[in-house]
């Protein structure tokens, strides 16, 4: 017998390969991303000051998206691009 | 990306929808509702994972 | 060969309905409970119902496909749909697919969220869905099969595994399936396709990603304002998403609770304005550390007071059910929208 596949559909990612410039995890501005969940900021308060004993901490910034339950809005994920070489996103409950 | 262990099933299937290949640092679940001592083990974990992510 | 998860139509050795259920669980298509055949034959009597309409589908996250209208069809063969309800389900499906209705938030969530379906017009008469006595309940083939479809629609094409995708905690049985009609007879107000902007003549789908309904049981009152009063404290609870999240949420009123708030002369509007001033929590039924949290967030209090929906326009009501002196709150998701989709036929 023939059935049709209920789960086929087209793929639409596009899986194209960004062009990463290298990051210097010692030197280069980072944004530590909260999804806004419990803890996630005290997590990457956490992760800043322990990286304060092997580099300067004053360029690695906080960033949040406004709702756990929403995706990240454009302007965060452009302000990411814009300013930082390296983001650390903390995604867990 | 920081996850925990019981998420990473969740970050894989999005990352393969997306054709992606996310650089994860994996960290026992829960991080939600753990107390400022609990919550040490998991700084100390991620941490220790970003290091040996970045030195690679 | 092509893996099986790559064919449109696949090839099986000819099988019954218990053969196929164990093939089909092996693969990961089951809800748990009994699946029909989607045969070609099947799925081709389901197509031709929505011929008219030709919208094309956008991808479905958070699996990210474009489904083909075929792999829609053998999802509500399988739920046991008759063709005639698939129209149905795809508005459902084009409703939870409006970027404001979060779907892939909604589907990945720990929250309990499963798609509440609720259908209005004269769709609901010819289909015989249930608007009346147990509407949230068994009994009714469409509105059992309708809901479940877009379940399975949701597990296969948006591919939300329970534990994979699908991160519920505890998850919900209004996962399985949710479907009722709106009780438009007995509603003294506006239809609630009506007030949204649909011809009466209209056929219209409302999803909103919700609890399971939550009773609001009043045999007292015999007042509109009584009837608030315990309308408004079951609304106001702590644990609610609606509570840090923010969102809509619907009160399904019953038809014996609407002819009281009619008869006091309440309307849609005052029943907004009362319920959301006099559903908000205090903040001393919310804990410390939430209200950190909810603060940093942005979801500050009125003073004392965190409202659960951010308007009284968020609170969505309208008529449901049959007789008794019972009525509903379907909590939402929080970062979701009410969405509805006019049924092309």
Partial sequence: MRIYNPTFGV?????????????????????????SKPNARELLDGIRSKLGASRQVDNIKFLAKNSASQPAPKDLLEEVAANYRGALLAIAD | MIATETFKPLVMAQAKARKVEPRLIIVKHPIGGLNADELRERIEAATKGLSEATTK | MKDIAEQEVIDLPDMDVEAFNEFATQQGWSDGMPLYIPTEDKVAKFVATVRGDNRPYP????????????????????????????????????????????????????????????????????????????????????????GRALGLMLLNVAGAKPGEMDRSTQGN??????????????????????????????????????EGPHNLNDHGSNTGVGLLTTFAGGMATPGANTVYGKGPLFIIIGPEHAATLKRDGFTIESMQEELHKRSRVHASRISKENQETYNSTGHKPDGDWYSITPTPQDIHITVAGGPGKHSAFIPSFGGTTVACVRIAR
């Fill in chain 3, 59 to 146: 991808p479905v996250p958070p699996r990210l496909v474009v489904p083909t209208i075929q792999a829609l069809a053998a999802n509500a063969v399988m739920a046991g749909c008759k063709p005639e309800y698939f129209p149905v389900a795809t508005a459902a499906m084009r409703g939870v697919l409006d970027p404001a209705y979060n779907l892939h938030g909604t589907l990945a969530t720990t929250h309990s969220c499963a798609p509440m379906v609720m259908v209005s017009g004269p769709v609901r008469k010819e289909l015989n869905i249930n608007c009346g006595s147990n509407c949230f309940g068994q009994g009714w083939q469409a509105n059992a099969t309708i």
């Fill in chain 3, 173 to 210: 049985p209004a996962k399985f399936t949710f479907c009722f009609g709106e009780n438009e007879e007995d509603n003294p107000w506006t239809p609630y396709h009506v007030r949204r902007g649909f011809a009466p003549t209209d056929s219209v789908v409302t999803v909103m990603s919700g």
């Fill in chain 1, 11 to 35: 793929s639409a990612a596009a899986g194209a390969k960004v062009a990463l410039k290298p990051v210097n995890w010692k030197t280069d501005a980072i944004a530590l991303v909260s999804n």
